[in-house]
């Protein structure tokens, strides 16, 4: 994929926001370096995904990617370490907003369309998704039926990552002030993801 700004300024945030709780877990400054290296490798040879709503996700998952790779950390460490790292920085929780303003009514006209053009697939590695619209039983719904970390973990011989990454949606949910429910991840073998978002 291309190497461009966002691509660029997403993945230096991810690791500018890591540094901290890597250093803690005992990870090496010539690791640091690597990391970054291995992260602009992968993102150099990566599928293109065109859909700018879920570019951070993608290249999330490309960091993820680059950290197991050269930390001597498990993946579940790695995956505290990013979690951790999230959760206490402030340009995250600012960057996300509310759950009031994600969950707006007003905004499911633009989702529906992002909706039908997700099925266009205009990259090969972008996520697919039925919008739901709310209902008795919740706020919001997503159904993904292909999720572009998946993608990027299966191109890199490395399924298997991908459901760590699927934990944060709580934590995305927990930090904006709503409340998701789900019972099945393409991870995890599901047919699809079954995201429901409700106001705590």
């Not at 993945?11 to 901290?20: A, D, I, L, P, R």
């Not at 290296?37 to 951070?56: C, G, P, V, Y």
């Not at 993820?64 to 206490?88: D, G, M, P, Q």
């Not at 996300?96 to 499911?108: F, H, N, V």
Request: hydrophobic share 35%.
């Amino acid at each position: 994929m291309k190497y461009s700004f966002k691509a660029w300024f997403y993945g230096h945030f991810f690791h500018s926001t890591c540094k901290k709780e890597l250093k803690k877990a005992g990870v090496s400054g010539s690791d640091l370096r690597k990391i970054v290296t291995e992260h602009k490798r992968i993102t150099f040879r990566a599928k293109d995904m065109n859909d700018e709503k879920l570019l951070s996700s993608y290249i999330m998952g490309i960091y993820f990617i680059a950290l197991n790779r050269v930390t001597n950390l498990s993946a579940e460490e790695n995956y505290n370490v990013l979690k951790a790292s999230l959760a206490n920085s402030s340009i995250f929780r600012k960057g996300l907003g509310t759950a009031e303003d994600y969950l707006d009514q007003k905004k499911i006209p633009e989702r529906l369309k992002w909706s039908k053009e997700s099925y266009e697939r205009t990259g090969e590695n972008n996520w697919v998704v039925d919008v739901l619209p709310g209902c008795d039983e919740y706020d919001l719904g997503y159904d993904y039926h292909e999720c572009g970390i998946c993608k990027i973990c299966r191109d890199e011989g490395c399924p298997e990552l991908a459901k760590y990454l699927c934990r944060l949606d709580y934590l995305i949910a927990d930090t904006m002030g709503a409340t998701l429910v789900r019972t099945k991840t393409l991870a995890e073998g599901g047919d699809f993801c079954d995201f429901r978002y409700s106001l705590k």
